[in-house]
């Protein structure tokens, strides 16, 4: 979920109108989530050991999001904006720790139709320490991975907006996501208030 909290922090602007169409409009935006640990991460090869964790559906813990995410809008033009999100990790019913992660993106945004809201962008993803298995550093799995993004919105109402994104993953220093899907998309739904 997303609140935006400029006003509070900055004043009230006025609102965007047809009249006043090229003033830009500053969001500050918090984010607060939670990831559900619904998939296995427990799953064993034929040997009955463990698959290793970066490779399992999921990662077996809920763990809480926090983020923020600025934009400069503009009624009838091109809105730049900027995201970053940290995602706490615990460790899962396997005795494996998976690094915190620090999510960075810098895109534009673009309105076509009056309806969708286009969202082309670079990102990365920071994992900043080695993951552990009962505490024991795991070699190799930590590093950056670099991602060329698109995002579509579709405006339902002001405050539910469903999107699908694309992410390419066109550069990593992570050892251990050197096997990773390089494309990858999905659908989701974004709640503001």
């Known amino acids: 979920m997303q609140w935006d909290v400029y006003p509070y922090l900055f004043g009230r602007q006025e609102p965007q109108t047809q009249e006043n169409a090229n003033k830009t409009r500053y969001s500050l935006w918090t984010m607060v989530g939670l990831r559900l640990g619904t998939a296995d991460a427990d799953k064993k ?5 463990y698959i290793p964790a970066r490779y399992q559906l999921g990662t077996g ?3 809480p999001i926090l983020g923020l ?6 009624l009838n033009g091109i ?7 940290y995602t706490f990790n ?4 396997t005795g494996y720790e998976r690094s915190d992660t620090v999510y960075i993106k810098a895109d534009l945004t673009y309105l076509a139709f009056e309806k969708f809201r286009l969202n082309p962008g670079v990102s990365f993803i920071v994992v900043p320490r080695h993951d552990r298995q009962d505490g024991v550093i795991q070699a190799g799995t930590r590093g950056e991975n670099y991602y060329l993004e698109f995002d ?3 405006l339902l109402s002001a405050t539910v907006n469903p ?7 066109y550069h990593t220093e992570d050892v251990s996501s050197k096997n990773s899907l390089r494309l990858t998309a999905g659908i989701g739904i974004m709640l503001r208030f």
């Open 45 to 49: 090869d034929v040997l009955g050991y």
């Open 61 to 63: 813990t809920t763990d």
């Open 69 to 74: 995410r600025f934009q400069a809008t503009r």
């Open 79 to 85: 809105s730049p904006g900027f995201m970053l999100i």
């Open 90 to 93: 615990s460790e899962n019913k």
């Open 152 to 154: 579509t919105y579709y």
């Open 163 to 169: 999107y699908i994104f694309i992410k390419y993953l």
